[in-house]
């Protein structure tokens, strides 16, 4: 079985969210569930923690400290759910792009300095995602 699924089926036999890992770990849910997807790497107290309140073999702990290979790949998502964000870049990357430059200049915002988070909004014509993204703003340099 793969780390990922190893994981995800000893916090379900836990009965376990990812909000409950965060009081654990004193990290974000989505970064817990990054870690989950191999996108994030464990320090070996975190992965000491996690593998002790799911009770896995200490091999997993190993695996989890171990630096990630990041990405989905080179192609486009078909998870409907992931899809829609590729499709929110496609939409409106551009315009992102020009505000940012308007506000902060030339350069990116940074996913190593980022943190993110997901919240629900409750509204009676259906509850809504709410998606927080913080990134340290990087000026392209000049040579």
Known sequence: MHITETLLAAKKSKGLQFSDLEKLLG?????????FYGQASASPDEAEKLVKA??????????LTQYPLKGLGPVVPTDPLIYRFYEIMQVYGMPLKSVIHEKFGDGIMSA?????HVE???DP???????????????????
């Open 27 to 35: 990290r974000d849910e989505v970064w817990i569930a990054a870690l």
């Open 120 to 122: 629900k909004e409750e």
């Open 125 to 143: 014509k259906g509850d809504r995602v709410r998606i927080i993204m913080s990134g340290k703003f990087l000026p392209y340099k000049k040579w």
């Open 54 to 63: 799911l009770d896995l073999d200490a091999s997993v702990a190993d695996a």
């Open 112 to 116: 190593i300095d980022f943190s993110l």
